[in-house]
């Protein structure tokens, strides 16, 4: 029979429990770490509040340290009969300590230990992405400053357009990345506030020290009104993954051109065969599965996205059992978008270019806005200037094409092909990374002297 924390002794449908439980089990695996953590932090609130003693504070926390051991070598892990992470836990402390291992429970709720389990769970995956992130930037960047002087066609509707250079395509998809960092900022800020004390969401009839709890967890502050509390379960998911959208879609558009350039018929890019999967059939493929995988996953992102909104936004106030439901979508997403992240940075290092074919699909007619502006430049009206050059494209007399150093001297101004601004790219991707870092220095070091070991930082 399946083990719970509401029980009172009576004997509960196996179909319930089933049904009630679910995938619970499944998503609660990757929360053991931060629940144990949570009821380390949960300790100091009560210790500190004088409602657990020294002694037996001192066997709880030497004992929950202990199963946060096992738990990270794998020798501690969710029954199949509890019904949830909170539940191996509680049950596990009882089992060593007898009647102090009840005390834990002592003025929370499994609301705010899945709220405050979660919370670590984001900070740290948002975290983690924020990094990931910088490294796509960064091979992005680098990518950018060897092939700066690379001139290929930009396009748009798919046409070629206008002279464009790899150096600018990929300082580009590394300025977006940057652009995404800041959700992700703003996201942890949000997510950064500890929710122990709130318990179901109205608070209890106890002194606990919610800041203390706060402090040793890592967080930046406490979230004070605890209705606030559990009206955020739900809304901070959808927070975290409305934050890393932007990273799965410009990581998507990135592999989309990869996928473009580097098939037979645009050859800009080499895919090399590291990067490559073949066919079972056809000796001749080299199939670039990573990106169209990348591509799919920033797809099914939408998905991941669409699930959580209606869960957390249709609901009245207080806690309700529909919001177990976000846990799994938001871990698939956040997953998904690390993996997307992690590919893509290990990708663009191994990226070959082919100066030739680059070279040679610089058609004429991609210069007739150069040649129009040089007009306007003469003294022309510019709407003139562009009828006459459509009308010597039109007769078969395309412009004059322009070679590489034309084409550079005359893009001079910020963010063009011969002004990339790659300096301060780099010093930004730099700021970025410190900054990143120190945040998440701060929180490995509170969760290790919290824990009595060294964590380890990702």
């Known amino acids: 029979m399946t083990r719970t924390l509401w029980g009172g002794g009576e004997r509960l449908s196996e179909q319930v429990c089933a049904f009630t439980v679910g995938d619970d089990r499944v998503w609660d695996a990757p929360l053991l770490e931060w629940d144990l953590l949570g009821t380390l932090g949960h300790l100091v609130a009560l210790e500190n509040g004088g409602l657990v003693g020294r002694r037996d504070a001192g066997r709880l926390r030497s004992a929950i340290r202990r199963l946060l051991a096992d738990a ?56 983690s992405l924020g990094t990931s992130l910088l490294d796509v930037a960064d ?63 109205f608070g209890v009839p106890l002194p606990l020290d919610r800041a203390a709890a706060a402090r040793a967890l890592g967080f930046a502050g406490v979230q004070r009104n605890v209705t606030a509390v559990a009206a955020s379960r739900g809304k901070f998911e959808v927070v975290a993954l409305a934050a890393a959208w932007g990273v799965a ?40 599965d990573v990106c169209e995988l ?21 609901l009245p106030g207080g806690y309700h059992r529909d919001l177990q439901l976000t846990k799994g979508t938001v871990m698939r997403g956040l997953d998904a978008v690390a993996e997307m992240a992690a590919m893509m940075a290990a990708a663009i290092p191994q990226l070959g270019v082919d100066r030739e074919r680059c070279t040679a699909a610089l058609s004429p007619e991609l210069f007739a806005t150069d040649e129009a502006l040089r007009r306007a430049r003469g003294g022309a009206p510019f709407r003139a200037a562009y009828r006459e050059v459509a009308a010597k494209l039109e007769s078969g007399a395309p412009p004059p094409a322009l070679g590489l150093d034309a084409v550079l001297v005359s893009r001079t101004a910020l963010g063009n ?3 990339l601004g790659l300096a301060e790219l780099r010093r930004e991707i730099g700021r970025c990374r410190r900054a990143l870092a120190g945040r998440r220095r701060r929180f490995a070091r509170a969760l290790a002297a919290l824990a009595g070991v060294p964590r380890k930082e990702n």
């Not at 402390?93 to 670590?120: F, K, M, Y």
Request: one cysteine or more.
């Open 417 to 419: 092909p011969g002004n």
């Open 249 to 288: 879609h410009d990581l998507g558009k990135l592999a989309w051109d990869v996928i473009l350039f580097t098939s037979e018929e645009f050859g800009f890019l080499l895919l090399p065969a590291e990067l490559a999967t073949g066919s079972s059939i056809m000796p001749n493929k080299r199939n670039p």
């Open 294 to 314: 990348t591509r799919g996953r920033a797809a099914l992102f939408d998905g991941y996205l669409a699930q959580a909104v209606p869960l957390a936004g249709k």
């Open 139 to 201: 091979a992005l960047a680098e990518f950018a400053r060897r092939h700066r002087c690379v001139l290929l066609p930009g396009y748009t509707h798919q046409r070629r357009a206008m002279p464009s250079t790899l150096g600018l395509w990929a300082a580009g998809y590394a300025e977006l990345l940057l652009d995404d960092l800041g959700p992700l900022s703003a996201a942890l800020d949000l997510i950064d506030r500890s929710p122990l004390g709130s318990a179901a969401g």
């Open 72 to 127: 990270r070598r794998g020798a501690f892990a969710i029954g199949e009969d509890d019904e949830d992470v909170h539940t191996a836990v509680e049950h596990a402390l009882v089992a060593r300590l007898g009647a102090v291992g009840e005390t834990i429970h002592l003025g929370r709720s499994r609301n705010d230990q899945v709220a405050v389990d979660l919370r670590l769970y984001l900070k740290d995956a948002l975290l």
